[in-house]
């Protein structure tokens, strides 16, 4: 399996720049399983595509101001996109800076403060320890700028504050958001709930390595970064009863599939925190959900490979060539998709 078999042609016209005015005004393309046509709706559809007793499961994830640009000493720039935060105002970063400084060295950084170089690792990311006035997560939340995507030509603005944020956010760490829950507002969350649709939540701290392309041809070859995930007791919980009661499991975003499937002991969903790297792939059988809503993602990312193996990659690409056709907004602040699984998508995947 080939990183090139995940290529698909995108209008660069297509990327969604902006946020829409509302969070549900969003379009969604509704991918039944099967054969069954697409449906072009709304996401404010969504209750009428549910039923009672169904479990949504979001990412509570919350975005930090996790950029930050600075200088070396001998005046090179240096743009910093924090990874991770870590004790004692230490943090795992990415650099991107002409000439890669030397453990020991300084970045004076434009917000005030400086950065010592502690150790640069393998996979590319660097250990930094701040010297900033106060904790670190704190001194961001002044200091650090958004962190919008890479294909968002646009600096942040004071409504992405808001925008680049789900209404549920509560967890601090996150460098990129669920952007699937992004769609999300307190209308449609009563809409829900007055369905009779539950609610849940799981943390995946979203990091830096999400941008990160798949740089091998072969597909098995490829590393996934590491995140933090929290999948806690009530959640099982919850989803225990669901399924008990003949209810479904939807996961909203990729990150809640990656998550749930993480905390999976012998096929039974159980409580766990700490680091996954799960790389699903098409071959992998995802056995914690019943359907999954998501934006469109990149070509030749990981995250169009773990929709291709759920839908089915032949079903995922007819999809996509819809949207593309249908001129739906893609990427970040996209429109998104509700998929069922496909027929016959079984296998196992790659856990590392």
Known sequence: MKTSDFH??????????????ERSASRLLHVPPGDACFADLHVRDLPSLLRAGDLLVFNDTKVIPARLF???ATGGRVEILIERLLPGNEARAQLG??????????????AGGEAEVLARFDDGFWQLRFQVEGPLEAWLQHAGQLPLPPYIERRPDAADAERYQTVFARETGAVAAPTAGLHFDEPLLAALRERGVQTGHVTLHVGAGTFQPVRVDDVHNHRMHSEWINVGAELVSQVRRTRAAGGRVIAVGTTVVRALESALVDGELRPFAGDTSIFIFPGYRIRSIDALMTNFHLPESTLLM???????????????????????????????????????????????
């Open 70 to 72: 600075g200088a070396k």
């Open 97 to 110: 800076v002409s000439k890669p400084p030397q453990p020991g060295s300084r970045i004076a950084l434009d």
């Open 306 to 352: 773990l929709v291709s193996a759920f839908a089915g990659k032949q079903r995922m690409f007819a999809a996509y060539e819809h949207a593309v056709r249908e001129r739906y907004r893609f990427f970040s602040y996209g429109d998104a998709m509700l998929l069922w699984p496909g027929e016959g998508e079984s296998g196992s995947g790659d856990l590392r």
């Open 8 to 21: 698909y042609d995108l209008p660069q016209e297509l990327i969604a720049q902006a946020p829409l005015p």
